[in-house]
């Protein structure tokens, strides 16, 4: 049997490992390692995992492919415990929202001869733990890949199998670019639903107010429901592009409030409400192309391919572990 090992057993990878054990790979032990007690044991005898870890050593032992899908400012703090315990050849990614810092620390941290292939799926709920995990959440979403420089090309084809085995498609993306782009779409959203509901809950009519509260404000509010040590995670790891489309949407809500405030502008106002509900509308009825492996054929395709990988390190190493031993017993002959 060869291993992958996920550290962290919340939604994203309580999800990862449901995602790898509907793939239904022969060969392929999935290890599992959660600090919190109980998590893993109960992850095992729930199928998400084949087999749970005490430690993060015996979690790590022979693993071909690391993912640590913990909270965000945990990260760097698993890297560094796990490095001295990785094999060479290793391939480790992670699920974190933010890259930049990540990535760094891995360059930083892990040994000559491991690669870290970084990785972010672009999915999730508001609910967060092991009992929220989904072995469909991934299906059709965007995951974002940021490899360091040190990863070879065999790592990152591997880490995009495994994202195309659980049913997402594998978005190649420099890290600095990710994060950027990630502070307008996920991280200002974030932000602007908290404070719309804390607007509301702060007034002095929220009572009535929430009597009155529809699908609308429901909607738009939803992020406020997310898991606040994630959030304050997400802020304080993409602090300056935060900033930067804050203020661009600062910008936007006083364009909007003065032509609200000027009643001469009725008709640009009215234009503007048009234009943005039809490029709204396009990008609904008409989004961007995701070639995800949607047929069992496609899944199958990717699920040889990374166990080709996956074996070819497992043989890898044990012809390596061999050398060693004759090595070893020349040595004291």
Known sequence: MVRLTIIGLGLIGGSLGLALKRAGLTNLEVAG?????GVAPRARRNGVIDRDARDLESAVEGASLVVIATPISHVAKVLEAIAPLLGEQTVVTDTASTKRDIVHAAERLLPEGVSFVGGHPVAGKEHAGLDAADAALFDGRAWAVTPSVHATE????TVENMIALAGAQPVLIDAAEHDSY???LSHLPLVVSTALFSLAKSSSAWEDLAVLAGPGFRDITRLASTDPALSN???STNRDNLLHWLDRMIEELRSARAMIADAEQGER?????KSVQEARDAFIERPPVRKAPETEKERTSAGERFMSFMMGEYLMRGAKKAEEYIREREERR
Do not use: N, P
């Open 33 to 37: 390692f959660d600090i919190e007690w």
């Open 154 to 157: 065999k790592a990152i084809k």
């Open 182 to 184: 990630m502070a307008a």
């Open 233 to 235: 995670d997400i802020v």
């Open 269 to 273: 106002l009215a234009a503007m409400f």
